[in-house]
Nanobody
Framework: VQLQASGGGLVQAGGSLNLSCIAS????????MGWFRQAPGKQRTLVAN???????RYAASVKGRFTISRDNAKNTVYLQMNSLKPGDTAVYYC???????????WGQGTQVTVSS
């Protein structure tokens, strides 16, 4: 399975970005999809997650500002990021988790930089 993330960039505080992640597998609809981020010198942490049934969960720091969604017909998961803050600056990674095989796949990451 290959995951291709895109949509990162440089934005001013208060701005918005929409990340996309396209998966190559044909069983995308049953997979749990997540966005993680890693800032320099810090651990990679969960930002948002969406299950196959559409249930979502968010890190407390992004709740109310970020929205994760998925389009199974396009094998794509999105992360709409609004009201961005400098603290959101990180490399953002998408992750696919197959609950039937417990296989985990990671995308290559996309850089998000928020200037103050």
């Amino acid at each position: 399975v290959q995951l291709q993330a895109s949509g990162g960039g440089l934005v001013q505080a208060g701005g918005s970005l929409n990340l996309s992640c396209i998966a190559s597998d044909t069983i995308f609809s049953r997979n749990e999809m997540g966005w993680f981020r890693q800032a320099p010198g810090k651990q990679r942490t969960l930002v948002a997650n969406i299950e196959a049934n559409g249930n979502t969960r968010y890190a407390a720091s992004v709740k109310g500002r970020f929205t994760i969604s998925r389009d199974n017909a396009k094998n794509t998961v999105y992360l709409q990021m609004n009201s961005l803050k400098p603290g959101d600056t990180a490399v953002y990674y998408c992750r696919s988790y197959d609950p039937y095989t417990t296989s985990v796949y990671w995308g290559q990451g996309t850089q998000v930089t928020v200037s103050s």
